[in-house]
């Protein structure tokens, strides 16, 4: 007889959901559909050219280190790199603080590994990133959402949880944060909610982890410190990647860290996958080395910026009065929010058969709310597409409300 | 700041540490676990590497699914074929190196307390992806053939708690020891009577000097509970971070659920570059020669093991992969004969960090892949000497 496992699994595992956007993403497959729904770059900005260059010069001068294990913490050439990275943009790191990772995905992985018991509880965002709001699940964290306002989470909410907690004699053990052109509301944190958040969290003896994958990628206005950078007590623990400024078919990310924290990670890494690809590692820092890094982004962000203005050009024209979206001064996401009475999952079949696609912004959301919503990616769709795909948007919810009004 | 109860479980890996100590170039390190870098296919990765960002660059640096590059899946389900198990591309799950196997095995079925079943001594990044998850370990001791089997009986007949068997049947790390095909089977007929899965750890099955190949658990089993790892680290290269899963579909799917929150995929590139290298060149061959090239070296090592080695030292004679086990009496501790070693600059991982509980101190192994064939029995010969003169002092 077969094996039957249904109830060997363990409980994390049982408690854990198929993701809504991989189900959802089956039915965007269709050569038809223009899609705003995943989250890929655009090809045009993956650096073709130069890589083939640093390829060669690796393969050619080191490939016995690029083929070979690589140190868990990180390739001594891209650690080094990251490090003049980090310092120049502001974040204040040694390789004490700094631990290559496996995408970032994997940083929230180890983070979660490394503070989350079964019960754990996380502070998240409403809406959040989904990828986060999994692996703190996959974990068995009970998960308390603060919604956000225009500046960002909001701190008196946050304040209100983690009184009502510190009541029961429960702290979290960690707040999750994505503060830059988050991914799904594509929204920015200010400076004084920033400053206000990390107080709050001195206050309070909790962590942040912050999550800044978008946060190079900015087209327009100034940049805002990152929470690592404003905080000099060890209570920062910032997320990066090259996924979005380099190419995520790498999977490379990084962490900062405390020391303290950091060595934690190393060794709940070494568990986990032993170490990042070295020839993926040392291929980036040697990219870097040569500046190309700078210039890529410098493209990336001159071609999403583009994208951005004919997204927002096209909702102007073709979205009913009715929906409302942010406008964002970075990075791939906008988030569409439609009258509160309407289930943007409902609005999702008409869109299928009007062939444009988008992921329903329950899918952000712990606790299931934000059904009125639905996140928007701008930066794979061509110019071309972005024209089109709005338009079929824009179709698909004025048949949608008007569909709600006869009922 | 409290980290989870898992943390105080997790120990830096001993190898990872001995990186540092054995940089030095005047040290012979038997430490490491690395295939010889000599061996690596640099100008087919170099030619194929050109051809995939040339080609086909838009796919290898975007995003890909969870459960990997579906050529690849192929080629290794048929290469799977050709040993006898029964798959296909969807009994395929790639995964970051075949330690991400075992995370992900661990964090798939255990629970807090769960016992798990594992050789004594085991894999030592086994027992660290298991350990996170806080688990109970029963070591059961092992003889030339194998796990002993009455003590597994005795094992899986008291206790109501054990969620997997792990196991590295071939070449084991770190005796480099193999088991039989009757205790195999023996094995797979235990796991169908208690219906416990067991986790076959394969890293190093395509490394062997012997004319055949052991037929795996995999290739034996019909229920559909043994969950193959497997891994391109030693027969390509560690790198590119390349290993894979073949199991049964309806567990497959939770591998992928886990694996989407871990790392969501596994560099593509790399799949890539893979799966054109098994498309354009002869993997067989190359296999052939990294085998030739570790026997000899493996010879050399027991012939000067032989030679220079305290009679009241024992080893194994591994007929495959990269290590020796070595037994000293038992009031030595391998870590302070490190210590005495590395005076003399030669280096072995003392043998404690591959016991879950670390209690037995009186072994160590020794690498022979990476180590230079012409400093093989200087080496050796340096740490007879060592251990002569800690057994005078502790006997």
Not at chain 1, 133 to 156: K, R, T
Not at chain 1, 168 to 190: C, L, R, S, W
Not at chain 2, 337 to 364: C, H, W
Request: glycine share 6%.
């Amino acid at each position: 007889m077969d094996i039957n496992l249904n109830e060997r699994y363990s409980h994390r595992v049982q408690g854990m959901k198929k993701s809504v956007i991989r189900e959802l993403l089956k039915l965007t497959a269709k050569p038809e559909i223009i899609s705003f729904a995943g989250g890929l770059p655009s090809p045009k900005s993956f650096p073709v050219d130069e890589l083939k260059i640093v390829i060669d010069e690796v393969m050619e001068n080191e490939p016995e280190v690029a083929l070979q294990y690589s140190a868990t913490e990180g390739d001594q050439v891209l650690v080094e790199q990251l490090i003049k990275y980090g310092n120049k943009a502001g974040n204040d790191i040694t390789e004490e603080n700094l631990l290559v990772t496996t995408s970032s995905q994997q940083g929230l992985d180890l983070v979660s590994k490394v503070f989350i018991d079964p019960g754990a509880k996380v502070i998240v965002e409403l809406p959040s990133y989904v990828g986060g709001l999994g692996a703190f699940n996959s974990y068995q964290a009970d998960m308390i959402g603060v919604p956000q306002d225009a500046d960002g989470m909001s701190a008196e909410i946050l304040r209100e949880k983690l009184e009502e907690l510190d009541k029961h004699g429960e702290k979290p053990k960690f707040i999750y944060i994505v503060p830059d052109f988050q991914n799904p509301a594509g929204m920015t944190m200010t400076e004084e909610r920033r400053e206000e958040i990390l107080e709050i969290a001195y206050e309070y003896k909790v962590l942040i982890v912050e999550d800044s994958p978008y946060r190079e990628l900015r087209f327009e206005g100034e940049d805002v410190p990152t929470i690592y950078s404003m905080d000099d007590k060890g209570y920062v623990i910032l997320l990066g990647t090259f996924s979005k400024i380099f190419a995520p078919g790498f999977r490379i990310g990084w962490i900062y860290a405390n020391p303290e924290i950091r060595n934690k990670l190393v060794v709940a890494k070494q568990s986990t996958d032993l170490c990042s690809p070295a020839f993926s590692q040392r291929i980036i820092g040697r990219f870097m080395e040569k500046g190309y890094l700078e210039k890529n982004i410098e493209k990336i962000i001159e071609m999403y910026g583009k994208k951005k203005d004919l997204i927002i050009k096209y909702f102007n024209k073709y979205m009913p009065q009715e929906a409302s979206w942010t406008e964002p001064e970075g990075g791939l996401f906008l988030l569409v929010s439609i009258p509160e009475h309407l289930d943007t999952s409902e609005l999702f079949e008409i869109a299928i058969e009007n062939n444009v696609a988008f992921v329903i912004g329950e899918a952000f959301h712990h606790d299931g709310s934000g059904k009125h919503t639905m996140r928007i990616n701008f930066s794979y769709a061509t110019e071309e597409q972005l024209h089109k795909g709005i338009k079929r948007l824009g179709k698909s919810l004025k048949e949608f409300i008007q569909a709600n009004k006869k009922e | 700041m409290k980290f989870a109860s898992r943390v105080k479980e997790l120990k830096p890996s001993d190898i990872q540490e001995m990186f540092k100590v054995i940089a030095k170039p005047e040290v012979i390190s038997f430490a490491s676990g690395v295939p010889d870098p000599d061996l690596f296919p640099v100008k087919e990765i170099d030619e194929i590497t050109s051809k995939i960002i040339r080609q086909n660059g838009d796919m290898a640096l975007q995003y890909n699914t969870t459960e990997g590059y579906v050529p690849l899946r192929k080629k290794i389900a048929l290469r799977m074929k050709q040993n006898g198990v029964e798959s296909s591309s969807e009994n395929i799950i790639i995964t970051s190196g075949a330690q991400q196997g075992l995370e992900l095995s661990a964090k798939l079925f255990l629970n807090k307390g769960d016992a798990v079943i594992c050789e004594s001594p085991t894999y030592s990044g086994a027992i660290n992806a298991f350990k996170s998850y806080s688990p109970e370990f029963i070591q059961i001791t092992t003889d030339k053939n194998g796990m002993k089997m009455d003590e597994l009986k005795k094992v899986l007949e008291t206790r109501n708690n054990i969620k997997m068997i792990y196991v590295i049947t071939d070449f084991q790390n770190p005796t480099g020891k193999s088991w039989s095909v009757e205790r195999r089977k023996e094995l797979i007929e235990l796991s169908k009577s208690y219906d416990i899965p067991i986790i076959e750890d394969s890293a190093y099955e395509e490394i062997y000097f012997t004319d055949n190949k052991k037929p795996t658990l995999k290739s034996l089993d019909t229920g559909g509970r043994v969950i193959y790892l497997g891994s391109f680290s030693k027969t390509f290269c560690p790198g590119l971070r390349m290993g894979w899963i073949e199991v049964k579909k309806s567990i497959l799917k939770n591998y992928i659920t886990l694996k989407q929150s871990s790392d969501m995929h596994t560099n593509i590139l790399a799949q890539m570059q893979i799966d054109k290298y098994l498309e354009l060149y002869d993997f067989d061959a190359h296999i052939d020669n990294i085998i030739s090239s570790y026997k000899n070296k493996r010879d050399k090592m027991i012939n000067a093991i032989k030679k220079y080695f305290p009679s009241s030292c024992s080893h194994t004679y591994p007929e495959g992969g990269m290590f020796i086990w070595v037994v000293m009496p038992d009031k030595l501790d391998g870590r302070k004969v490190l210590d005495e070693a590395l005076k003399e600059n030669v280096a072995f991982i003392p043998g404690e960090s591959f016991y879950p509980d670390r209690e037995t101190k009186n072994t160590f192994r020794l690498n022979f892949s990476n180590a230079e064939e012409s400093k093989i029995e200087k080496g050796i010969e340096k740490l007879a000497v060592v251990l002569k003169r800690v057994i005078d002092n502790v006997y």
